[in-house]
């Protein structure tokens, strides 16, 4: 359950820079969560910022072992109705992949309009396993190199109390090079070369609806978002095609933990880069799958977990 920026943003250098892997999976960013928050409460109206810095091991069958490292400033000017968080980030493993991202969220008039940007770059060593459920299934992967630099931005405006409607722009560049000598064992393993160094940009309507206590640890309430991005070449894409990703977590107060369940799909249109297709293990989408295995034009995927303090910072994910 993505509840917390930091790893929200680095998630984001990763997801989109590379165009295939996530920083941190569920139980990292619940584990954040309570530092976050307690930085976030302190971040009072109009007071001085909160500053957090965030050290997160990595240690995942797609990036292998390593660290990621995330500061932030957590502050709420007068007037703007939530927290504004600054950050920035890098992450390093022993496969040599890295990748380092700034972002920003942003609320404006009583949180009536909400601004989110980030930018990054990532050199990430991955395993390529082909395109369709059938690739994933036959766990044979090829080496594949993927540097990349990523631009999104998104303005929200509220339309309803806790709902907020508007647009957002995402442009990736990927260089891509295939470690494999001779002829692939399988015919999907070879890339069209027009796709392995290409950029996509794309525009549209975003959403989201948000009836959390808090941004940062929840214990009750909805927090769901929806995005639909047509990419082409009057707006500097080498594809044309649409792609959609939405997803609903949601949060229970049970004793003095709590329930936390998400539901996420994907769907990419004919015409879309292997890269930018949906995969399993991406955005914090289930536990054990090695992003990238399973790539495909759709994904759906559901999953629960209960969340429960221990001490100081500390707490524990089942």
């Known amino acids: 359950m993505r509840s917390v920026v930091v790893t929200a943003g680095l998630a984001l250098a990763l997801s989109l820079a590379a165009g295939s ?3 941190s999976g569920p139980e990292e960013a619940a584990s ?7 930085a976030a409460a302190q971040a009072k109206e109009g007071g001085k910022p909160s500053f957090v ?3 997160i091991p990595q240690s995942n069958p797609a990036l292998g072992n390593g660290l990621a490292l995330a500061a932030v400033a957590l502050y709420e000017p007068k007037g703007s109705g939530g927290v504004w968080t600054t950050g920035g980030g890098g992450l390093y493993t022993d496969t040599e992949s890295w990748a380092a991202a700034i972002f920003q969220k942003a609320h404006f008039a009583e949180d009536r309009f909400r601004l989110t940007a980030a930018g990054g770059y990532g050199d990430m060593n991955l395993k390529f396993y082909g395109i369709g459920g059938g690739a994933g ?3 044979f992967s090829i080496g594949l190199n993927q540097k990349g630099i990523f631009a999104l931005g ?14 957002q722009y995402r442009f990736l560049k990927v260089d891509t090079t295939l470690d ?3 002829p692939p064992k399988f015919p999907d393993l070879n890339l069209p070369t027009f796709e392995l160094e290409s950029q996509v940009s794309g525009l549209g309507p975003a959403a989201e609806y948000d009836t959390r206590d808090v941004e940062y640890g929840p214990t009750k309430g909805i927090y769901a978002q929806a995005q639909w991005l047509w990419n082409g070449d009057m707006i500097g894409s080498d594809f044309d095609y649409s792609k959609f990703t939405g997803s609903v977590n949601g949060y229970y107060g049970m004793g003095n933990g709590v329930l936390a369940w998400r539901g996420s799909l994907c769907a990419a249109s004919d015409g879309a880069p292997f890269y930018d297709l949906c995969l399993f293990g991406q955005n914090n989408d289930l536990r054990g ?4 295995q ?6 759906w995927a559901a999953q629960a977990e209960y969340r429960h303090p221990l001490f100081w910072r500390f707490g524990a994910v089942a």
């Open 32 to 38: 954040k969560a309570q530092s976050s928050g307690e």
């Open 289 to 292: 799958y090695e992003t990238g």
């Open 154 to 167: 998104q303005g929200l405006y509220r339309v309803h109390p806790n709902l907020y409607a508007g647009a």
């Open 180 to 182: 494999r000598e001779g």
């Open 21 to 23: 892997a996530n920083a």
């Open 53 to 55: 810095i965030m050290p």
């Open 137 to 139: 299934e036959r766990d």
């Open 294 to 299: 399973y790539r495909d034009g759709a994904t």
